[in-house]
């Protein structure tokens, strides 16, 4: 019997530890989303929390351009995704391309950190959304330079993630095998061991 | 008069809109720190925290070098910042160094979301500590050829950050002026139409 969306969150939810940020273990990358749309000023508190991020120099390079389901922009950046990811996401009632402006303001040299920056204030606006009840899918697969194209942005900003943002919507209307079986798969990361250290090659010995 | 750690934070809290993530909007960048030590199991909480972020094919190219006061690394990252930052940051109770693998394990391709995820995980890992009641400073500023050295990391890992992690102290003990000035104004933010737009060069007019 195929899963539900709420069945599909609980097996999603990272272990529960103590004094953790509920939101940042709920958080994970879905592919199925329900009809429900996304109210402008729900939309707009999770672009809030991404606004204060910390940034170098508090550049604060990132931006961010919405589509919404139906319009012109929402479709554009569908036909920018890689094909595995078309299939699903063009189900999510927002769509966001996150790029980031690739100079200093105050200078006009390289930002180094543009990318950097951008990925920290993606995080904190997908750490929003499952605090509000949303689901988000943050995607790498997509034509960069289709999507720069499409929505004509110059040179000078680089192009991140496309992220998929809505309500869960039951695992069962996903159509291909592969990706139902990735939605109802629990989430795994590497150990602690492997990411902190107490020299750049010596597990740190920290557990919880 | 000069302010107290706790006028400081009320100061640099961002202003409350119902329903965001309290830790996103206590965030900020602190350059003060009490002598108050960071328990072990404090510290893996923020790990765990950064543990669960996303990062393209789950590749987890975050790794963290952790240098705890009075260790031979906390003084090799005092020595890599610049010297603006080694004022202030020597007195932190930890200082991390992040950086990342910048190639995929799957296939041996070069990761060109190493830098993005690597800014995810530190973002996610800052939020959580504002949660615990910590507080962070992630900085650009030192001497990524200083550091890679002084610490052995080979040149298939790119340095991200070095993050300051402790309890806020009061910000007279900070030395110069010019640094308890910064201590002790506002944070400012560019308003959400100069970040969110609904084609790439027009403001979608979202707002709270």
Redesign the interface.
Known sequence: MALSAAEVNNLKT?PG?D???P???N?W?SRSFSSREVS??D???V????????S???E?P?????GLRGTE?HQKLVDSLISFNKGWAAAAPVLILAFASTHFTHNGTEN??A??????????L???AA??GMTTH?M?GFDQKFAREA???PAEYVL??IIALGYQGDPEALKEEQIYSLETSP????P?KE???????KA?G???
């Open positions: 990272a530890v004094g953790i940020i939101a940042v273990l958080r990358s402008t000023v939309l707009a508190r672009f809030e929390a991404a606004r204060w991020s910390a170098a120099y508090n604060q990132w931006r961010f351009v919405v922009i180094p950190y990318l950097y920056d951008l990925g920290a204030a993606t995080a904190t997908t750490i929003q605090e509000e943050t790498a929505l004509g942005i991140g993630t989430r795994n990361r590497k602690m990411m902190v250290f107490s020299a750049w090659d740190a920290l557990s919880l």
